[in-house]
């Protein structure tokens, strides 16, 4: 059972490169979300998307674009890459925005 | 916006005792969210309850609703309890946007 899965694992990118994290689940959920989580702070919401087609922003988007391709898939954009936004990404979904969440295993970024 | 504290911020304790994370939030919730990151990263949700008490094994999730309460009980505990444990509740009037503590570390010494 694959659950939820992010691609890649690590990355270390330099400033200013651009880069777009993926995720896809195969659970047929309709919500999923982006979050980062920092080190002595909570998991925080980049993005999330209700359903196919619908993106909104959360706590910390500014920096960051999103694509709900298809109802699989919740891809994540850095455009212009932050020593700010070194951090370990977590994607998530669930079948609706009041439904436990599941989680992938995070992409770990560095950006130097 | 709802304020999410959670204690202790780490917890040491010997296999085998009784162990108590509590979490407590700001305003009024449709429901609280229980997690666990393992030691190596991944997240796995615990529990999700709105009212009284849930139980999965040696773990018991309870809630009080009047006092913004919530606690994660772990009976005899086991070195592979060992983890953060994540509580998170949504904002006032809405269910997507959770809000998440920063987590207790729990270590299990065996």
């Known amino acids: 059972n694959a659950g939820v899965t992010q691609t890649p694992k690590f990355q270390v990118l330099k400033t200013g490169q651009s880069m777009t994290l993926q995720c896809a689940q195969d659970?047929?959920?309709?919500?999923m979300y982006w979050y980062r989580q920092d080190p002595g702070m909570g998991l925080r919401l980049i993005y999330y998307?209700?359903?196919?087609?619908?993106?909104d922003k959360g706590e910390v988007p500014n920096g960051y674009n999103v694509s709900r391709l298809n109802k699989r898939e919740f891809s994540l954009r850095l455009e212009s890459a932050a020593p700010s936004q070194t951090s370990v990404y977590f994607c998530?979904?669930?079948?609706?925005?009041?439904?436990?969440?599941?989680f992938g295993d995070g992409t770990r970024l560095s950006i130097l | 916006k709802n304020e999410v504290e959670q204690s202790p911020q780490n917890l040491t304790a010997q296999e085998g005792e009784f162990i108590t994370i509590n979490c407590s939030y700001s305003?009024?919730?449709?429901?609280l969210h229980w997690l666990q990151q393992h030691p190596g990263g991944g997240i796995v949700s615990l529990f999700m309850?709105?009212?009284g008490k849930k139980k999965h094994g040696r773990l018991i999730a309870t809630i009080n609703i009047q006092e913004k309460h919530s606690s994660l009980h772990i009976t005899a505990s086991h070195p592979r309890d060992s983890a953060v444990y994540i509580c998170?509740?949504?904002?006032?009037?809405?269910?997507?946007?959770?809000?998440f503590g920063k987590g207790t570390k729990l270590t299990v010494n065996p």
């Open positions: 998530a979904s669930s079948w609706t925005g009041s439904q436990p969440q599941h």
């Open positions: 659970m047929n959920h309709n919500s």
């Open positions: 998307s209700a359903s196919e087609g619908t993106t």
């Open positions: 305003v009024g919730i449709s429901a």
């Open positions: 309850l709105s009212s």
């Open positions: 998170a509740a949504p904002p006032q009037g809405g269910s997507e946007k959770l809000v």
